[in-house]
């Protein structure tokens, strides 16, 4: 029999077809889905991984509400030119807590996966008011808007309990205490910094809007892109020994 005619059956009739399609795939994803079922994690653990402050989280949550995600990923692959513009490729660790995560592949503007600690919180800040004073070419529009809205915290605490229910290991000290602890590393001077520091043991308090009369949005935002990719401390990790 010709190879013609073994396949005129689903050729010509689509039910037919349809069913072998709907079949594969299910197989497919059987596959993929059953070994979940069984392994302890799909991710292994990272030396350094925590969940995200308040104040982070916060403004985590204004970067997927601006559609930051949609011109820029945090996503390292692992190819030598990556490794060479961005730093050591991203590990699955480094978005365990994260709802959705931000890998994406879509890059208008670069891989922000290592943007913590690469420039200063005046950079950001007027990055993100007016992009072209310190990129000239950049098509980013501005977002002035972040520097004069008040940060909401009324929620907070909300916010913490629904990451808890999915599995962030955020203490009940850590939720009890989530707008305080969020005033607190945006406004040292005022917040109850002492509390903040025994939470959050090493993570950075200061105003990161640079005006400490109040929390804004460019507060949390500047905040969560400082940490992103500071976490790790790769030195314990051979990122390029494949690549060599």
Known sequence: MSAWKKHEIFEKNSLILTI???????????????????????IEETEGMRPYTPLELAGRNIYVREGC??????QIRPLRDELERYGP???AAESMYDRPFQWGSKRTGPDLARVGGKYSDEWHRDHLINP??????SVMPGYPFLA??????RDIREHLELNAVYGVPYTEEQIQ???ADLVAQANPDRGDIDGFEERYPGVAARA???????????DALVAYLQML????????????????
Do not use: W
């Open 132 to 137: 072209r004073s310190v990129s000239p070419t």
């Open 69 to 74: 995600y949609t011109c820029h990923s945090q």
């Open 148 to 153: 004069e809205n008040k940060l909401d915290t």
């Open 177 to 179: 205490y989530a707008r």
């Open 20 to 42: 072998g399609i709907v079949v594969m795939i299910s197989i497919g994803g059987l596959v993929e889905i059953v070994p979940l079922y069984y392994l302890k994690s799909t």
């Open 89 to 91: 490729y991203s590990l």
């Open 208 to 218: 990161f809007d640079g005006d400490p009369s109040d929390v804004t949005e460019m």
């Open 229 to 244: 990719g500071t976490l790790v401390d790769f030195e314990l990790y051979d990122n390029n020994a494949n690549l060599r």
